[in-house]
């Protein structure tokens, strides 16, 4: 967990059963800092899901911006099915990301947003196209267990 003494309590949105809330915001910290604010977007988070799925309409620029601030990124690439891949020695040059859930800042680190598979790795973010919101996976929440 990052700080188990900054535990925050997020109320719900709605009635819903899932453990949402909104973003409003989203920091790049890499090479150099860039903070973004966003249109209030639906956000849940949600333990069965492997990956941190990113609405369609924030999906690319969020992609640009992941490789502009990484020290490394032009070992980056982009595979046939479209995941960001890097070797795994580079992923600690990638920015976290942080996004401003429910007023919170909660950051995301590469360490937790990439995964390694078959010798390299990929960014654990996927394009979001049917809910319209963030799906906040394990990719997330890994850094707060």
Known sequence: MRDPSELVWLPV??????WSNEITGIKFEGTITATYSLRPTFAMTDTGTSCTYIPEMYYEPIRKK???LSA???EAYIDWYGDLMVDCDYVSSFP???FLFGGYWMEMLPED???EWQGECFACLGKEDFLDGF???DAFLRGYC
């Open 13 to 18: 949105l709605n009635d819903d059963f899932w």
């Open 72 to 74: 490394d990124g032009d």
């Open 66 to 68: 992941i490789i502009e």
């Open 96 to 98: 976290t990301i942080s």
């Open 113 to 115: 947003y990439f995964v």
């Open 135 to 137: 799906l906040l996976g």
